[in-house]
C-alpha cells in the first residue's frame, strides 16, 4: 500500500487514537490524508472529518481516500479550525499531529474543540519536534494551554521514534466543564 511513504509519528499517533469501529473523529491538519487512511481501515459505522487550510493537501487527500469517502466513512474540508463548517457535528476523537498552533498559539481554536467534543471524548495532540532538545518544551506548553481552557490532561505519551522521539497529549473536558456544557446542549 503506502507503507514506504507512511511516517513513524503517524503510525504512532493513530496507534494511540485505538479508533473503535463506530468513531467519530476530527483531525486537524490532515496534509495528505495519510493518518485519514489509515484510520478507515478500523471504521465500520464511524467516520473521520479532516481538515486543512491547503486545497492542493486537500485534493491529495481526497484523491488517496477516494474509496473511504465514497463509502462514508471520509470526509475532508478545505479550512482552518476557526473557519470549518463542521455542521454542528460532534466527536469521539479529535486530534492533529504536528501542529504547531496547540503549543505557539493561545487562541489555537479549543474553544470550537470543546463544543465539538462528544461527552467523554479526548483531544489527542501529537508533535514531532524537529529536534529531541524541543520535546520537554511543546509538551509543557501543549499542557498548559490545554489546562488553561478548561481541560484536563489525562495522559502523556513519548514514542521512542527515529530520528527524534515524539510527544502525545491527550486531555478530556475537565468534568464540571463538561457537565456544564453537556446540560446547555440537553
Not at 511513504?5 to 503510525?11: A, F, N, Q, S
Not at 485534493?59 to 454542528?88: M, P, Q, V, W, Y
Not at 489527542?124 to 519536534?129: A, E, I, L
Request: glycine content about 8%; charged content about 20%; some cysteine.
Amino acid at each position: 500500500m503506502m507503507a514506504a511513504t507512511l511516517p513513524d509519528r503517524v503510525k504512532w499517533a493513530v496507534d494511540a487514537l485505538a479508533i473503535a469501529p463506530s468513531d467519530r473523529v476530527l483531525e486537524i491538519g490532515c496534509g495528505h490524508g495519510t493518518a485519514v487512511s489509515l484510520i478507515c481501515g478500523s471504521l465500520t459505522d464511524g467516520s473521520v472529518t479532516a481538515i486543512d487550510q491547503s486545497d492542493s493537501m486537500i485534493r491529495i487527500a481526497e484523491k488517496k481516500n477516494a474509496e473511504h469517502i465514497a463509502a462514508g466513512r471520509a470526509k475532508f474540508i478545505t479550512a482552518s479550525l476557526h473557519e470549518a463548517d463542521l455542521n454542528g457535528e460532534r466527536f469521539h476523537k479529535i486530534f492533529a499531529i504536528n501542529v504547531n498552533l496547540f503549543w505557539t498559539n493561545s487562541n489555537c481554536g479549543l474553544d470550537i474543540i470543546k463544543e465539538s467534543l462528544l461527552p467523554g471524548g479526548a483531544l489527542y495532540v501529537f508533535n514531532q519536534p524537529p529536534a529531541a532538545s524541543k520535546l520537554k518544551q511543546i509538551a509543557e506548553r501543549t499542557e498548559s494551554r490545554l489546562i488553561s481552557a478548561g481541560f484536563a490532561v489525562r495522559q502523556m505519551i513519548v514514542g521512542e521514534l527515529a530520528p527524534v522521539p515524539a510527544v502525545g497529549v491527550v486531555a478530556q473536558l475537565d468534568d464540571a466543564l463538561q457537565y456544564e456544557m453537556g446540560s446547555e446542549n440537553e
